[in-house]
């Protein structure tokens, strides 16, 4: 369980509050425009190509959006952010009202959530360490797991369930979420910003000295100190095509269970069955992530992953595809808190905005690669054509994490920053 001070001390629960509404948006959306696609076209092509292109649209913008949020106040930033998302949402629903929507309307919304999503969209997450302290910060992203896990759990059956009432019903709920997200980040009050001689009192004291304000020439600096090291450049690589295959591998699950026949309220019960295995996860990294190595928690992590997606991609019915995907997930709260927690501390916070660009950069570009190629796939070829390419790529990456000393011999938290040194990994 998370130290009482984080709560007393720190804004770590309106910083929470903010970010789950906006997480509780994104899942209502997101889970809706593929299935409204699918009905307006039927073709799976169609459906998965305009899902990647939010991803994509982010992806082209996330160097300079990483560049904005290190150099103005992301706590502004944060609530332009979901003003604008409960604004663009506010425009879907007034075209579903009015029966205008169609292809063309979905690609200009998601071309807007993109542009949007790229911007200003990891705000939210650079903040975190700004919050919360390099010791809390394990512990932190768990309770994020666990939040993610249960805005997953409802947040697709009630998106399927509000389709059923209607198309508009769930951009409605969203821009709600939206606007609550502004409310509560209206609250955060002690947070990380430059300038700032201490903004929380668990703030790391140890971070190094503040540089200027970044100008634009600066803006690949998070890019580039990740291509810099082999071990930046190899987490890298398996983090993205690793985490996006599986997102990839969960939409064509839900598109051919669609085509199937079955009713979106069920279908929704993937991502549920995905949800409650981060959930089970996040609940035990809190036993785990101080008393075990961070490299065996990885390497189990993506050795489940791989072998659960192929028991769901053979599955038959639907409940032996949900135990399966369940499985697949609950090792990846611990091996995220053991990794992102261990990478955040090589950063310093006024870099945490380009940094997380060059991470957004490389796994949005790979997400609409995977995504459209595996959507027309499954088009012309079947679903389990489509997933066995998508195994294949898992592992690739399952091999990539065993080879990696570095990764491998990961220690606990209180040990990471003698393994930096250990490995002389470069810090930003």
């Avoid at 307006?40 to 160097?63: E, K």
């Avoid at 997953?152 to 009432?165: D, K, N, R």
């Avoid at 987490?235 to 979106?264: C, E, R």
Wanted: charged share 15%; with cysteine; net charge neutral.
């Amino acid at each position: 369980m998370l130290k009482s001070n984080l709560w007393r001390s720190t804004d770590y629960g309106w910083w929470l509050g903010a970010d789950t509404c906006s997480a509780l948006s994104d899942s209502l959306v997101m889970f809706a425009i593929p299935l409204i696609a699918m009905s307006i076209t039927g073709a799976s092509g169609v459906s998965s190509t305009l899902d990647a292109m939010v991803a994509f649209i982010s992806a082209m913008l996330a160097i300079p959006g990483g560049l904005v949020q290190d150099r103005y106040d992301r706590r502004t930033l944060m609530i332009l952010s979901y003003s604008l998302d409960a604004a663009i949402l506010a425009i879907a629903a007034v075209l579903i009202l009015f029966r205008m929507l169609s292809v063309v309307t979905l690609v200009v919304i998601c071309l807007l959530l993109g542009v949007n999503q790229g911007l200003l969209g990891e705000t939210s997450n650079t903040m975190l360490r700004g919050v919360v302290s390099n010791e809390e910060l394990p512990r932190a992203m768990a309770m994020n797991d666990s939040r993610d896990a249960i805005v997953s759990i409802i947040g697709s059956p009630v998106s399927g369930a509000l389709m059923g009432i209607g198309k508009i019903v769930p951009f409605l709920g969203a821009v709600a979420m939206n606007i609550a997200g502004v409310i509560a980040a209206l609250r955060i009050k002690r947070y990380w910003h430059r300038g700032a001689e201490t903004n929380s009192s668990s703030a790391s004291k140890n971070d190094g000295a503040e540089e200027p304000i970044p100008s634009w020439r600066d803006a690949f600096g998070g890019l580039v100190w990740l291509m810099k090291v082999g071990f930046q450049r190899r987490l890298l690589f398996i983090s993205a095509i690793s985490m996006n295959g599986f997102n990839v591998f969960l939409l064509l699950t839900m598109l051919d269970l669609m085509q199937s026949g079955m009713d979106t309220a069920r279908i929704g019960l993937i991502d549920s069955a995905t949800a409650v295995g981060m959930l089970v996860g996040a609940v035990i990294v809190s036993a785990l992530i101080d008393r075990t190595r961070g490299g065996v928690l990885v390497a189990s992590c993506f050795t489940l992953l791989t072998f659960s997606m192929i028991g769901a991609a053979i599955a038959e019915g639907l409940w032996l595809k949900c135990v399966c995907l369940m499985f697949a997930v609950i090792g990846l709260p611990a091996a995220n808190a053991a990794i992102g927690g261990f990478q955040s501390t090589l950063i310093g916070k006024d870099k945490m905005g380009r940094a997380f660009a060059g991470v957004g950069l490389v796994r949005d570009c790979v997400y609409p690669v995977l995504a459209t190629m595996s959507g027309w796939i499954m088009q012309f070829a079947g679903y389990r054509t489509a997933a066995v390419i998508l195994i294949a790529f898992e592992t690739v990456c399952l091999a990539l994490c065993l080879t990696s000393r570095p990764l491998i011999t990961l220690p606990t938290p209180d040990r990471w920053q003698s393994h930096a040194d250990r490995w002389h990994l470069e810090k930003f």
